[in-house]
């Protein structure tokens, strides 16, 4: 894989609106610090340098306090149109599974996975083929699917490490059929929308219009998708309310103006600069206000479309298409004001954001990779992957409900538990308490649940007890979790410390172990 040099790593923050976060306050710091040198020197009273050496000590530790986000995490992005294949065996290099610092989040946009009405029905009742992979794959290494949106051939999917779900919440999907009149949807967007630790985010997935001379067509779908998308939030309805907004997909633009020969040529000779010029994304952007809001990388990879199937190389049949950056993925932070002209050809640009209380609740969004992947070789697109380091200040950092098992679990005996709302939020009588096998792939994968207390609705603080059914516990012994779900947020809410059940007398009886007679298995 080629991967970007240090040098060009993208920056965004919700502080600062022309340089980093680390550099621009380290800038006013210094100003800071001048000014105050220089009141010690001029001013003649002893009261007035005080007062002035006070308030300027005040503005610059504020300073720090503001601009210097106290978390980081990883989010990995996957953008791949997968042309109605079966998925490869392993997808391990594209989710960079061994990536240091670890990974937080993967967001996974697929388009063109198959479509036909039987396959359609058949995926609505199970999970398709693509979804078990990354399931299958994820899961054991601790990821959990928080949740999935499909709309024909457009899928995204969206995990997390267990130990970030009671903190990811207010879930909601949608999307946008674009295609036929707006009646299909072979083409459009599907989009996901949460809270992580209090900051808004939406990720959306697009499949827009194909063929060179519809560049202005896929902006105006984009913009009609943009201002239809909604969500039931009070204060994020829209997808551009949110405070960090992900675009990605097989956003379909070309290159325009320059023939076959000469791209293929600057590709072969690692020239893809002599290409920026007339990618259609990059030149719309410079003409529609709304794009220029959208950071993305430089592109540094080469075109990932279009490939012959199982190669490495462009196709050769009688089309003769151009390669195209058709797969892309932008960002965006919620801007206080359009970008102006003079930003336009900065390498380094960062947005700010309105919302009240934000500069005390920063988030910056720096880009580590924006790369292809050429070894995976079922569709006549290249997957492309985007790595992301979020720095954030956290709303809060306390699960909305506490669990416990209580004393040892077995399916020898009925168990207990107990749940302890710690801040009021929209609780339920159908909230349901799952119990978990460490590994386990989505809120839905639980060995067994119980409902909440049905009769009334908990106080605060108030400890409720639980029983759970002997015959519904695991007989085998095994690491788990116990997860409150709430159905009003759409998640994971509340997470018990890891704890052991153990093997039940029953699972000999059973044949599930071998018996041990004389010291011999049997």
């Not at 390498?347 to 500069?359: F, I, L, R």
Request: with cysteine; aromatic share 10%.
């Amino acid at each position: 894989m080629d991967l970007l040099p240090e040098s060009s790593r993208l920056r965004s923050d919700s502080t600062s609106s022309s340089a980093s976060q680390g550099s621009r306050s380290k800038t006013i710091l210094r100003q800071r610090l001048s000014e105050l040198m220089t009141c010690i020197e001029d001013m003649s009273s002893d009261d007035e340098a005080s007062e002035e050496v006070s308030r300027t000590l005040d503005e610059a530790f504020q300073l720090c306090g503001r601009l210097l986000p106290t978390d980081a995490f990883r989010l990995h992005m996957v953008t791949w149109n997968v042309a109605t294949a079966e998925p490869p065996e392993d997808v391990a290099s594209l989710l960079q599974l061994n990536d240091q610092p670890s990974i937080d989040l993967y967001v996974i946009g697929l388009q063109e996975v198959n479509a036909t009405p039987v396959r359609f029905i058949s995926d609505l009742m199970a999970e398709d083929s693509w979804s078990h992979l990354f399931m299958d794959t994820l899961g054991p290494k601790g990821f959990v699917k928080i949740t999935s949106v499909r709309m024909q051939g457009l899928l995204l999917l969206v995990f997390a490490k267990m130990m970030h779900l009671p903190f990811i919440r207010n879930i909601q999907t949608t999307y946008t059929r674009t295609g036929i009149f707006g009646y299909w949807g072979n083409k459009g967007a599907v989009s996901v929308r949460f809270s992580f630790y209090g900051h808004m985010m939406c990720f959306l997935n697009c499949h827009l219009a194909a063929h060179m001379h519809n560049a202005l067509q896929r902006v105006d779908e984009f913009e009609y998708i943009l201002e239809t998308q909604d969500f039931d939030i009070y204060d994020t309805p829209h997808v551009l309310d949110h405070k960090v907004v992900f675009w990605f997909g097989d956003l379909n633009f070309r290159i325009e103006d320059h023939g076959l020969h000469f791209v293929r040529s600057s590709i072969n000779g690692g020239r893809l600069n002599l290409l920026w010029s007339k990618d259609q994304l990059i030149m719309m952007k410079k003409k529609e206000p709304f794009l220029q809001e959208f950071d993305e990388g430089p592109l540094n990879f080469k075109p990932t479309y279009k490939f012959d199937r199982k190669a490495e190389s462009y196709d050769i049949s009688g089309k003769k298409r151009k390669p195209a950056w058709t797969d892309r993925i932008l960002w965006r932070i919620k801007p206080k004001s359009l970008p102006s002209e003079e930003d336009d050809d900065d390498d380094e640009k960062a947005s700010t954001s309105t919302d009240d209380g934000q500069e005390e609740y920063p988030i910056m969004v720096t880009q580590n990779t924006y790369t292809s992947v050429m070894s995976y070789g079922v569709s006549d697109h290249k997957p492309v992957i985007g790595n992301f380091t979020l720095e954030l200040r956290k709303y809060f950092d306390t699960q909305l409900v506490d669990l416990a098992p209580v004393g040892e679990w077995s399916a020898d005996q009925n168990a207990l538990l107990t749940y302890t709302i710690l801040e009021d939020f929209m609780s339920s009588t159908w909230d349901w308490i799952g119990l978990y096998k460490i590994g386990f792939k989505s809120a839905s994968d639980y060995e067994t649940f119980v409902w909440v207390r049905e009769n009334e609705l908990p106080e605060v603080n108030e400890v409720i007890e639980k029983s759970v059914v002997k015959d519904d516990l695991p007989l085998l012994s095994g690491e788990y979790v116990l997860g409150y779900y709430s159905t009003n947020l759409n998640s994971i809410v509340g997470l018990s410390d890891n704890f052991q059940i153990l093997e039940s007398k029953r699972a000999a009886m059973e044949g599930l172990v071998s018996k041990d007679i004389n010291g011999i298995d049997k």
